[in-house]
């Protein structure tokens, strides 16, 4: 069983990133500048939040952090995103989700300029995504596909079963899986809270990617041997014995599923930091003007 370790791989992208920043600001070009919005105070973004402006820092990328208290109204919160994409200075932005529930998600997304949009959740940016078209991809999908790639997964013609149908990596990862290209050529299954018999798709999947946030939903009895595992659930659960007082959970229950797996991604230290990194790939070619055009 081979470990896909997102972390390893993050730690080779990171070290050519920052050559390539170095390389581009000694040859006269903009140091890039990511800006993050984030409205309230969720653990879990505050988490990943922290996660990005270090990992800019790291690579010699430029950060803003815009926080806003929950009680933000809509109007002030377009505002905000207005102001950023009038703003020279920054070459990409994001705002962290969730939003609290007053405030209408695809609005926001909506009025990001999607030349700034490195989250790749604006419209044009998934419309573009699903031409295979060059575009900004979403960061955890885009993350995925580095993974399936570096460790020469084989998806040509695979059974590729998708759980989660969100508009952050359920649905997105499945467009991507399903290209005419590689990673991609998969033949894909997308799985969500009404699906029936939910076994008979998962026990079929060469290739199954978790995105539910459900700790250990996925069971042994639930995979074919010799399956692939993506895991992207990273639920913080109450434990005692750690200082901090919870652990990471994947989707997946690890200790029974993984001796199944051909190959499977841990939680920590799989598809987490994938993410990151590929926020901050998008970041510099959004400097660069590698996707559109400055
Ligand atoms: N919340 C969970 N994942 C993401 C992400 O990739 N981007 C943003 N903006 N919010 C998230």
Known sequence: MQILSGKELSRI???????????????????????????????????????????????????????????ISESALLSEIEKLNNDEEIDGFIVQLPLPKHIEVNKVIAAIDYRKDVDGFHPINIGRMTQNTPCFLPATPYGIMQILEHYKIDTQGKECVVLGRSNIVG?????????????????????????????EHTRKADILIVALGIPEFVTADMVKEGVVI?????????????????????????????????????VPGGVGPMTVISLIKNTVRAVKGEVYEK
């Open 13 to 71: 992208i990171q070290t050519q990133v920052k050559e390539d920043v170095a390389e581009w600001v000694a040859g006269g070009g903009k140091q890039p500048h990511l800006a993050v919005i984030l409205v309230g105070n969720d653990g879990g973004s505050e988490t990943y939040v922290g996660h990005k402006v270090r990992m800019c820092e790291r690579l010699g990328i430029k950060s803003s952090l815009i926080r806003h208290s929950d009680g």
């Open 171 to 199: 649905r997105p990862v499945s467009i991507l899986m399903s290209n005419n290209g590689y990673p991609g050529n998969a033949t894909v299954t997308v799985c969500h809270s009404r699906t029936k018999n939910l076994k």
């Open 230 to 266: 993506i895991d992207v659930g990273t639920t913080r659960v109450a434990d005692d014995t750690r200082k901090r007082g919870y652990r990471l959970s994947g989707d997946v229950k690890y200790s029974e599923v993984a001796p199944k797996c051909s190959a499977i991604t841990p």
